[in-house]
Nanobody, 125 residues
Framework: QVQLVESGGGLVQAGDSLRLSCAASGRTLNSYTMGWFRQAPGKEREFVAAITASTMTTRYTDSVKGRFSISRDNVRNTVYLQMNSLKPEDTAVYYC??????????????????WGQGTQVTVSS
């Protein structure tokens, strides 16, 4: 069992940057592929980015490529999402999630085994 806690969300203006953190406890994160998802009001939760455990291979949804960067620190048991050039359409609750298959990058919500509670990101125009 792993517990995930997100932090770093807030209210920013378009063009600003934020760095989200996801701290894990209970088990070491190097056993999991880690992902970030987001859910905007009235919309379904969607994949944003993911990173494998050992090779640090990454994958992004098209709308954030070139602006967001996912990274992980397996010593600190923490995953990060650096978000630059934020846009109003990035407004959402952001969730981190852990996939027990640490070698594969997957985008489906059902593929992930553990979820955090989420952190709100609001981008004003």
């Amino acid at each position: 069992q792993v517990q995930l806690v997100e932090s770093g969300g807030g209210l920013v203006q378009a063009g600003d940057s934020l760095r989200l953190s996801c701290a894990a406890s209970g088990r070491t994160l190097n056993s999991y592929t880690m992902g970030w998802f987001r859910q905007a009001p009235g919309k379904e939760r969607e994949f944003v980015a993911a990173i494998t455990a050992s090779t640090m291979t990454t994958r992004y949804t098209d709308s954030v490529k070139g602006r967001f960067s996912i990274s992980r620190d397996n010593v600190r048991n923490t995953v990060y999402l650096q978000m630059n050039s934020l846009k109003p359409e990035d407004t959402a609750v952001y969730y981190c999630a852990a996939d027990a298959d640490k070698f594969i990058l997957r985008v489906g919500l059902n593929e992930y085994d553990y979820w955090g509670q989420g952190t709100q990101v609001t981008v004003s125009s």
